[in-house]
């Protein structure tokens, strides 16, 4: 994957390396997890809104306002919303809604897999921040250390790298 090295010409000193990256695959499971997350996070954000909508909306009078306008409209003795059970429905309604988004998002991920497959993937170009190593000025009695400050972590033994001692 071949890159272009840009210089910044910004006051951070950044160096920007272009970098063109292929995008081939999704994996379905993964997408399964989190789309059913983030689903059911919005779903528990708009049940719990429309509830505090709902409360304000009543303690306002504007259910029965509501109401009475509906009496007056089709000629009604008497017409009340039933809250507890348009709430129900509506927490059961969007419970379904949170399959049926998960459900199609997974399908979408794997027909962009089919897709991926015929054409050869997305191509995009990535933007890479480095930053610039600055020589410093050294006053006179300070030394240059070429360790670095903080050890490498060493994945295979789990521990940070330290050199052999002895």
């Not at 528990?44 to 509830?51: H, K, N």
């Not at 050869?120 to 006053?139: D, K, P, S, W």
Request: contains cysteine; charged residues 20%.
């Amino acid at each position: 994957m071949a890159g272009s090295l840009v210089t910044g010409t910004g006051r951070g000193g950044y160096r920007v390396r272009r970098v063109r990256r292929l995008l081939r695959h999704i994996e379905p499971w993964s997408v399964l997890k989190v789309s059913l997350a983030f689903y059911f996070c919005v779903w528990g954000l708009v049940a719990i809104s429309t509830r505090m909508l709902w409360g304000a909306a009543e303690d306002a009078g504007t259910i029965a306002k509501v109401e009475h306008f509906v009496e007056e409209l089709f000629t009604l003795e008497t017409f009340e919303f039933d809250s507890g059970q348009i709430l129900r429905v509506f927490t059961l309604g969007g419970l379904v809604l949170v399959i049926g988004g998960t459900g199609a998002t997974v399908v979408l991920v794997v027909l962009f897999n089919l897709i991926s497959d015929l054409v050869g993937g997305v191509r995009f170009t990535m933007i890479e921040e480095e930053t610039a190593v600055r020589q410093r000025h050294l006053r006179r009695g300070d030394h240059e250390v070429d360790e670095p400050a903080i050890p490498a972590y060493d994945l295979g033994r789990g521990q940070p790298d330290r050199p052999p001692t002895g």
